[in-house]
Every structure is written in C-alpha cells, then in structure tokens.
C-alpha cells in the first residue's frame, strides 16, 4: 500500500498562538493561518482564503510560541491528521496540519533579526564540517 502525507502552506497567523502542556510534559502550541488563493473565473479575477488549524509539538511549537504573533507570515511543512470525538452523542472530526518544519517569512515585531534567530538570517554551519 503507497501512503503519502505531506503539505506545505505559506500564509498569515490569524491569532497568537496557543501553548499547553500534556500531562506527560510536552509541550503542544496550535494557531491558525490564512492562506489567499486567485483564480480567474468568467474572466474575472477573484481571490479565496482558506483557514488551516496548524499543531506544533515539543522544541518546534515553543519556539512558535515565543516568537510568531497574529499576523506573522510563515511556511509550514507537516501532515495532514484527522482527529475524531464526540461531542453531546454527536460524533465530530477536524483536519489539522501537524507541523514538522515551520520558517518564520518577513520581518516581525518578535523577531530579533540577528543570524540564528528566528526571524534572522539562517546559518549553515555543516558546510564548515565537511572534512574535505
């Protein structure tokens, strides 16, 4: 059986992100982000937002946590998860992104700007490990 789940979304926060903690410790921060789409229909341009409730776990959503804010542009790589409850004897389910790899895009009132910091300039220091 082939099995492939994978997404990349590049949009907007639409509200600070969220940080708990599982009774086991780690660490759990969700937040939403807004995605514009355009298309042309009857030669007319017209534009959509789509809504994605995006999860991040551990290390990765601490630092979501810290440093991103409503509004903050940002690129996501993750999983598509679909969680199944029941609310009231009716039975409910949402998808959400599960973020592997979140880039923090632009400059933000968070971010500090220097190399190695979010929001800054991304360092590469295995080139300088290579033994040949």
Same mark, same amino acid.
């Given at each position: 059986? %082939?099995?492939?789940?994978? %997404? *990349?979304?590049?949009? $907007?926060? %639409?509200?600070? #992100?969220? *940080?708990?903690?599982?009774?086991?410790?780690? =660490?759990?921060?969700? @937040? !939403?982000? !807004?995605?514009? =789409?355009?298309?042309?229909?009857? $030669?007319?341009?017209?534009?959509? %937002?789509?809504?994605?409730? *995006?999860?991040? @776990?551990?290390?990765?959503? +601490?630092?979501? !946590? +810290?440093?991103?804010?409503?509004?903050?542009?940002?690129?996501?790589?993750?999983?598509?998860?679909?969680?199944?409850?029941?609310?009231?004897?009716?039975?409910? =389910?949402?998808? +959400?992104?599960? !973020?592997?790899? *979140?880039?923090?895009?632009?400059?933000?009132?968070?971010?500090?700007? =220097?190399?190695? +910091?979010?929001?800054?300039?991304?360092?590469?220091?295995?080139?300088?490990?290579? #033994?040949?």
């Amino acid at each position: 059986m %082939v099995a492939f789940n994978r %997404v *990349i979304l590049a949009g $907007n926060l %639409v509200r600070d #992100p969220e *940080i708990r903690y599982l009774p086991s410790g780690l =660490s759990v921060t969700s @937040f !939403a982000i !807004a995605v514009n =789409s355009r298309y042309r229909q009857n $030669n007319e341009l017209k534009e959509e %937002v789509s809504y994605f409730d *995006i999860v991040a @776990f551990g290390k990765l959503g +601490e630092t979501c !946590a +810290e440093y991103l804010s409503k509004g903050r542009p940002v690129l996501v790589e993750g999983r598509l998860r679909q969680r199944r409850w029941e609310s009231e004897g009716t039975k409910r =389910s949402k998808i +959400e992104v599960v !973020a592997g790899g *979140i880039q923090f895009l632009g400059g933000g009132p968070k971010s500090g700007g =220097s190399e190695g +910091e979010p929001g800054g300039t991304p360092t590469d220091t295995q080139e300088d490990d290579i #033994p040949f």
